[in-house]
C-alpha cells in the first residue's frame, strides 16, 4: 500500500447494536485519518439479520468475496440466538469469519481509561491473549456441524480441541506482545483436573517461553486467576488463555476496568485483522442510543495500529493515537453512557468526541 493510497477498510455493522457502535466508530476514524491526510474507502458489507432479510443468509457470499480482497475489517456483533431456524443453531457469522480467515489471535486489553469512571480495579491494566480457533469452543473444532451432540434426550456432549500448533502460535502471540510491554506472561490452563487438554495447552506455552528468556512466565489455575485479578490486579500484565477461558476472562477484565462496553478487541491472523469489541450484540439495550461504542472505536483504533506496522504508515498510528486520546479526554469531560453511571446517548457521546478530534 502506497503511502498516497485511501485506505481500504470492511464494515460489517452486525446485530443488536453493531449498527449504533459501527456507525460511531467509522465517523470517529475517518475524522481521525482525515486529520493526518489518510482518505478511507469504506466498504458496507452485509452480516446477521440484516443479511437474512435481504440475501435469505446471514453471511452472503458477496461479504465474502469483498472480505477475501480485504486485509482489514470493522465487525459489529452478531446474535445468532435471534435468528430464525435453521440459522440460530449454525457456526455464528462471526465464527464463519474468523476460522475462513485463520484469525487465531484474540487480543483484548483491559485498563481504565479515566479517572472520572468507577472501576472496581483501577491498577488492572491488561491484556488477555485469547487462542480463537480450537479449545472447548466446540463450534470452533468441526469440518461440518457444530461439533455438540445429543446421544439421548436427556445426554449432552461437546467436542474440545488442543493442537500443539495453535497453543505455540497463540503462546508466542503473547510473548512477543510482553516485549512492549511488563515482560510477563501468566498462563490460564486448569491442568491439575483437564490434563490432557489444557496440560497441553500449559505445556506449549512453557516450551515457548524458553524462547523468550527477557519474559517471566506464572502459571495459574483459570479459577484461581478469576480470584486473583481481583484480589491482586497490579500483579498481572499479558494473560494467554484458550478460547473459551479467554472468553470469560475478558469479559471479567474489562468490566473490572470499567465497563465491558468499554473492552476493545481485534482477531488477527498473520495476514488479516478484524476489530470487534469483546461484548455481544447486547439486544436488552439495542436501538436506544444508549450503548458504550468505546469498545469498538478502541477496537478500531487497534486496527490501524496493526495496520500502521504491516504497511509501514506511521500516520494510521497517529490517527490510532488521536483516536485514544479523544476517548480519553472525552471521558475525563465525564460525557458518560449509562453503563458508566452517565446520562450520554451514543450519538452524544460520539459527538463530543469528534468535536475533542476537531479541536486537537
Ligand atoms: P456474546 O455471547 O455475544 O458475547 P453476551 O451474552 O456476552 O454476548 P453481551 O451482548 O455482551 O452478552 O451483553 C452483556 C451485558 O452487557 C448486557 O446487559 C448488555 O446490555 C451489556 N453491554 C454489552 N455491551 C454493551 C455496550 N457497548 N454498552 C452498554 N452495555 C453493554
Known sequence: MATEDPLRL???????????????????????????????????LRMGAEAITAEGTPLPEATLAELDRLDAWLLGPHDNAGYPAPFRDALSPGGTIRKRYGLYANIRPARRLSGAIPAVCPTLDVVVVRENTEGFYSDRNMYDGPGEFMPTADVAMAVAVFTREACERIAHQAFRLARTRRRSVTVAHKANVLSKTTGLFRDSCVRVAEQYPDVTVRLEHIDALAALLVARPAEFD?????????????DLTG??????????????????????????????????????PVAMILSTAMLLEWLAERHHRGALADAATRIRDAVCRSLDDGVHTPDLGGAATTTGFTEHVLSVLASA
Open 238 to 250: 499479558v494473560i494467554v488463555a484458550e478460547n473459551m477461558f479467554g472468553d470469560i476472562l475478558s
Open 255 to 292: 468490566q473490572l476496568a470499567g465497563s465491558l462496553g468499554m473492552a476493545p478487541s481485534v482477531n488477527l491472523s498473520d495476514t488479516k485483522a478484524m476489530a470487534q469489541a469483546a461484548h455481544g450484540s447486547a439486544p436488552d439495550i439495542a436501538g436506544r442510543n444508549i450503548a458504550n
Open 10 to 44: 470492511g464494515v460489517v455493522a452486525g446485530d443488536g447494536i453493531g449498527p449504533e457502535i459501527v456507525s460511531a466508530a467509522v465517523q470517529i476514524s475517518e475524522r481521525a485519518l482525515a486529520a493526518v491526510s489518510v482518505p478511507v474507502d469504506w466498504r458496507r
